[in-house]
Each structure stands twice: as C-alpha cells, then as structure tokens.
C-alpha cells in the first residue's frame, strides 16, 4: 500500500480539494459534495466493520463444531462464508465507486487505505474459518480425541475471538493504545499453537490419534492466522490515527507517512 502518491504536493497540477472551508471560498456545491463524499466514508466503515460481526459468529460456530466434532455445523460455516466474501466485495466496490466519484484529501486518504486492508484481513479471517470446519470431517463422526489439545485449542479460540472484537473497538474508536494491546493476546494464541504442535507429537502411537491431532495442529495454525489479521488491523488503527505505517512487534522503527 502506498497511498502518499495519492497525497497533494507542491508539484501536482491537479487541485486537491481542502476537508473544510471556514472563509466560505468554496462553491457551496463543492462543501456539499465533501459532505456527501465523508459521508458515504462513514457508511462504508460502518459496514466494513460489521464484518468482523460475521467474523465472531462464524468462529462461535466453528469452536462449537470443533468442540463438538459436529460435523453438519462445519459444513453450516463452509458454507455461510459466502456473506463474509459479499461483505468484501460490497466494501470493495463501494470504495472504489466513490474513489471515482471525487479525490479524497490526507485524512480521508489514509481511512481509504484502511479499508481497503482491513476489508481484505476480515475475508482472510472467513476464509481461515473455513480452513477450520473442513479439518473436523476428515477423522470421521468419532474420531479419537485428546482432551488436553482439545482444551488448549478452546483457549486459542477465546483468544482470537477476543482479537476480533477488540479490534474493532479499536477502529471504530481510533483507539491507539487498544489496539497496541492486541499484540498482548496474540502472545498467547502464539503459546498455545506452540503447545499444541509439542501435545500432537507426544499423543500416542495410535495411527488414527495421530492422524487427528495433525488436523487439529492445522486447526491450531488457523487460529494463529486470526490473531495476526486481528494485529493488522490493529496496525490500521495507528495509520489513521497517526499517519505512520509500523508494525507493532517492532514499533521503534515507524515509516512513512501522510501529513494531515
């Protein structure tokens, strides 16, 4: 993502319209269309984060089918992932639509770019939910399980479902400091995926054991991936906030940015 290209400079010859006009310069049809134009931003951030809502319902249904083994649940989360990839595409297009329509300036710039990350991290989350459901059918009806991994991966789940709608706080309340926090929590689904890949290599001898505690480490690994989409979209927050792009597993070293 680069959107300081899009940015005004001295040496652009196309006129970047301003956020606000206290002398009254403007033509009133001019504030008008600004007002619209942040407007419609709104809409779409709005939506936008309501996908994670349909985040956290599909991880409750997943990590109730996991607990479970249920397999007709899992197959309920295949397929209802289709309302996860038309949130995406309604937020994707309906940025794009208004992108044509007038040039946003710095400050709706940066919530543009936002979006549009952020967008993409929740159908990544979808689709790592999927991931899940379709490990659960694949050692049968009553597979042999391992309560301690299955524990552990319930603790993963809590964990990333806290991510999720942590994260949205955070955007919807440009909440900086919240969204540093959720670095704290993905140390710990970090943990447990760590533990869980030890408790499926020590399990047992048994071939069809092993076999399902090996679906439940991709299971695992699925989770981490929720929590680390969770973290980028915290890493959104501080670009709109702030207007500097850093990763916050090494937030000393922040680059770039767009003025306000």
């Known amino acids: ?19 606000a006009d206290p002398q ?12 619209h134009f942040q407007a419609q931003l709104r809409e779409l951030e709005t939506h936008a984060l309501g996908g994670l809502d ?8 997943v990590l109730e089918a996991l607990h479970h083994q ?17 949130r995406y595409l ?27 990350h952020t967008i993409k991290h929740i159908e990544r ?11 659960i059918p694949l050692s049968g009806h009553e597979p042999p399980v391992h309560e301690e991994l299955l524990e552990a991966l319930a603790k993963m789940g809590a964990f990333a479902r806290s991510e999720v709608v942590q994260c949205k706080a955070a955007f919807a309340g440009r909440d900086v400091g919240l969204a540093e926090d959720l670095v704290r929590q993905d140390r710990e689904i970090n943990r447990l995926n760590r533990d869980i890949f030890r408790l499926a290599i020590e399990i047992g001898d048994d071939p069809d054991t092993r076999e399902w505690a090996m679906h439940m480490t991709l299971v695992a690994r699925a989770l981490e991936r929720i929590g680390d ?22 937030s000393s070293r922040p ?6």
């Open 255 to 260: 680059y770039g940015a767009i003025p306000d």
């Open 229 to 250: 989409n969770a973290v980028d979209i915290g890493e959104q927050v501080a670009f709109v906030v702030t207007g500097l792009f850093r990763e916050f597993s090494d």
């Open 90 to 116: 309604e937020v994707h297009q309906g940025i794009l639509s208004l992108l044509a329509l007038q040039a946003p300036v710095a400050g709706d710039l940066r919530l543009v770019a936002a979006l549009l």
């Open 125 to 135: 989350m979808g689709d790592q939910c999927v991931n899940i459901a379709k490990m």
């Open 54 to 61: 349909l985040i956290v319902e599909q991880l409750d249904r």
């Open 1 to 19: 993502m680069s959107p300081a290209s899009s940015a005004s400079s001295e040496s652009d010859s196309s006129p970047v319209p301003a956020p």
């Open 24 to 35: 009254g310069t403007l033509p009133h049809g001019h504030a008008e269309g600004r007002a």
């Open 70 to 86: 249920d397999v007709e649940l899992a197959q309920m989360v295949i397929a209802d992932d289709d309302r996860v990839d038309g």
